[in-house]
């Protein structure tokens, strides 16, 4: 099956600030963040990509357009809107500090399938539409470019976070034991058995992530016993 890359959006004025963006319009990437995404380019560099998906908002959109420029025979990145942010509800464009006076970030911390954001979704419905929407793209990719393909999207910390979550069978109640930093990535092959987490949360070189050889070892959708040799096949 192909492999997904999840890619969060690069750090954003918001991040620097301390304020739980959400879906507020005109978040964009500070200074930090362009030059992540520009550096994303180089990272994925001789690593082929079938497709790019994107969050509706300006901050992923930005930190995937350096690499659409180097890649124009992407086309440009397809947005689903149910890889966007969580809505937050009335907790949109507060200060974190603030927040965490709150009983609710309690909830949100130890005990994330109970937590409801006033007058926005809950963590149980952004794990649903995400996951969804990653396993139905996955299933896409397959049929349009063949199962060695990989594809990317870009998207928000708790979008990851929740994604992880499933194909490692966590419970969402625990899925903020996974940390994300900004332009990292996150690497998810999917197999009829069981989901491969290849990688998570990197910020480094990501050039082993080229398609494996037809005997590599998720192939099948078996694990390794043992371990993986770490043979990614030829260019």
């Known amino acids: 099956m192909p492999t ?17 963006a959400g879906w507020t319009p005109g978040v964009d990437l500070d200074d930090t963040g362009r030059s992540q995404a520009a ?10 990509l079938a497709q790019v ?12 357009a350096p690499l659409v420029e180097a890649r124009p025979e992407l086309g440009g990145p397809t ?10 509800g009335d907790w949109t464009g507060r200060p974190l500090s603030e ?25 149980r419905a952004l794990s649903h539409r995400t996951v969804a929407a990653a396993r139905e793209w996955d299933e896409k990719i397959a049929a349009e470019h063949g199962p060695e393909a ?3 999207v870009c998207t928000h910390g708790d979008v990851v976070k929740a994604v992880v979550a499933d194909a490692l069978g966590m419970h969402l109640d625990h899925f903020q034991r ?14 009829p058995q069981r989901p ?34 770490g043979d990614t096949g030829t260019p």
Do not use: K
């Open 4 to 20: 997904l890359l999840l890619v969060r959006h690069g750090r954003s004025t918001a991040n620097t600030a301390g304020i739980l």
């Open 99 to 123: 927040l965490a006076l709150d009983p609710l970030w309690r909830t949100v911390q130890d005990h994330a399938s109970a937590a409801v954001f006033p007058g926005g979704e809950s963590l």
């Open 53 to 64: 998906v994107s969050s509706p908002l300006e901050r992923c959109r930005q930190t995937l």
């Open 79 to 88: 947005v689903d809107e149910r890889f966007g942010e969580c809505h937050y």
């Open 150 to 152: 990989v594809w990317a």
């Open 196 to 229: 491969f987490v290849l990688r998570m949360g990197d910020t480094g070189d990501l050039a082993s992530l080229r398609p494996r050889p037809a005997h590599g070892p998720t192939a099948s959708g078996d694990a390794v016993i043992g371990g993986d040799t």
């Open 178 to 191: 996974i940390n994300v930093e900004p332009c990292s990535v996150t690497a998810i092959r999917y197999t």
């Open 39 to 48: 550096a994303l380019v180089d990272r994925l560099t001789g690593v082929p």
